[in-house]
């Protein structure tokens, strides 16, 4: 099952960490991007469409600012990523024309992907990059991005554009070989997992975090990574790119890395959207008999079911939901905002629509914008 899924992928999304390109000490590694970008072009000889998510403009603009630490403020983190985003495209493009393939930068903030409209017209432009044989270099928009929009973390990133562009296979490229069975930092008898089929809570407590300087996450990143992609039907490959050759290798079937199987039921692409993507601006909490009805039936949330309102949003906002005992059951768009909730929660839909100017959906949240959880 494993090496057909790795052969069979066509359209895959290669995220590349700080660590394997760039470090505080000598900034980015030309050498380094040169040897992957030899590895790409061998990926895309096996007839396979490529997109590259890669870190490390900050690390690069340390070095060239010559700051001696990792910035804490959010102006020099800016500043520094404003410098290193050239060096790191300008690197890609020198790397890539070598091999006679064309690179197009791409920046990206997590506005762009929570907007519906913003969301596909990135997809348009990506795929459309990749009909001209174009390899989009796609890294999120430090330069921009405060607290509000910023997507995190480029695991995170990454799954997120594999599920913009529906890519069939998600490889996260780092200085690790893949999950173990324990951390094989503090346990010798520690042994690579090749092939996981779910994402359980087990699976989810083994991944630990990183402790490196280039990096800004660990397992636990890549993990929730393939955990989000998975729900899209996207599997992920988690490798060891300071192995030279290892990625061309492993995708024609040779053993490496980690793989996480998706879920054989995905999600559609505006459910996961909503899941995934949007952030939630509040929360609602349900009483049981909603929870069922949610959850096991499959129906709409209806004010009757609602028990408390917390936080500030508008009608068109995302929100989570859930039952008497805190735990989150479902997410998704809202039809009222948080005042007009807070006066109609637990009101039977015939006394909401006696009240002027609320007639216009019986629905608080309706199923087509619910995603279970």
Known sequence: MRDELLRQAKRVVIKIGSSLIASRETGLSAERIERLAGEIAEVRAQGREVLVVSSGAVVSGIKKLGLREYPKSLPLKQAAAAVGQSLLMWAYEKAFERLTLRVAQVLLTHEDLADRRRFLNARHTLTTLIKFGVIPIINENDTVAVEEIRVGDNDTLAAQVAHLVDADLLIILSDVDGLFTVDPRKDPTAALIPLIPEITEDIEQRAGMSSTFEGTGGMATKVRAAKKVGEYGVATLILNGTQTRL??????????????????????????????????????????????????????????????????????????????????????????????????????????????????????????????L
């Not at 492993?250 to 559609?268: D, H, I, T, Y």
């Open 247 to 372: 990625l061309p290798n492993v995708l024609s079937g040779q053993p490496g890395g980690s793989l996480f199987l998706a879920r054989e039921r995905r999600m559609n692409s505006r459910k996961h959207w909503i899941a995934f993507t949007l952030r939630p601006r509040g929360h609602v909490q349900l009483d049981q008999g909603a929870v069922e009805a949610l959850v096991r039936n499959g129906k709409s949330l209806l004010a009757s079911g609602i028990l408390d309102i917390t936080g500030h949003f508008d009608a068109g906002d995302p929100v989570t939901c859930a039952g008497p005992d805190g735990k989150e059951c479902a997410k998704g768009l809202v039809n009222f905002s948080s005042e007009i909730l807070t006066r109609i929660k637990g009101l039977k839909t015939a006394d909401i629509q006696k009240i002027p100017g609320l007639q216009e959906y019986e629905e608080v949240i309706h199923r087509d914008n619910l995603v279970i």
